[in-house]
């Protein structure tokens, strides 16, 4: 499902307004998990997809990263990042996810967040990514967590004061479109358990070496109180994998 929410008007000025559009990395709440599974990035090619306002595309640089390329389907998204970027080897295209196409052994680290729960096919996507990977090159990304995602509403149960009763999960198992609610305006995402995520990794011929369910630590609730009650279920499930063998698949 191409869509394209951020290009309009409405819905990119309150995006702008978020914690971490504003902050940037430092902002967003799973940033320090995330930066943990990354590979050493110096010397590497990188790929960002859903790259955003191009924060991880500079952070790669930061990090001695030799080339990174950003992909985002949103203009607005890529105008705001090539205003935020002063680097010749940060390269933004602006097309789908599903579109974007590469040559084989391409890239040595794949990163993306928060943005393959979007997607329809995550299967065809991981063979894309093992093709365009040179062998023992890294993908690593965060989406949307599966009990997250469950239920179209993606809210609490309230009991008559208003208080969070409980995080409601239910169809599970019943993967496909979830119509929902982002900034108040409609989106569709693509909801898949978590044995899907990682069996779609395996079949491709990755080797899974992190998962990660974003528990807040103490430091994480020091900073942010709100995210106490993602100690009641989780948000994110971040995953980091390398490419194995094409010939050893699950």
Known sequence: MKQNKYDDSA???QYSQLPRSIGGLPAA?????????????KGKRVLDLGCGYGWHCRYAREKGALSVVGVDLSNRMLEQARRMTD???IEYRNLAIEDFTCAED??????SSLAFHYLK?????CRKLHRALVAGGSLVFSVEHPIYTALAGQDWHYGGEGEKLHWPVDDYHVEGERHTSFLGHKVTKYHRNTA????????AGFILQG??????DAEMLRRNPAWQEETRRPMFMLMA???????ARF
């Open 29 to 41: 709440g799973e940033w320090e998990t995330f930066r943990s599974m990354l590979p050493e990035l």
């Open 121 to 125: 096919d995550f299967g065809e996507l």
């Open 241 to 247: 994998a390398v490419k194995g063998s094409a010939d």
């Open 87 to 89: 680097d010749p080897a």
């Open 196 to 203: 899907s995520y990682v069996s779609s990794l395996l079949q």
């Open 211 to 216: 998962l990660s369910e974003l528990e807040p």
């Open 106 to 111: 391409e890239f040595d680290a794949v990163i």
């Open 11 to 13: 819905f990119f000025d």
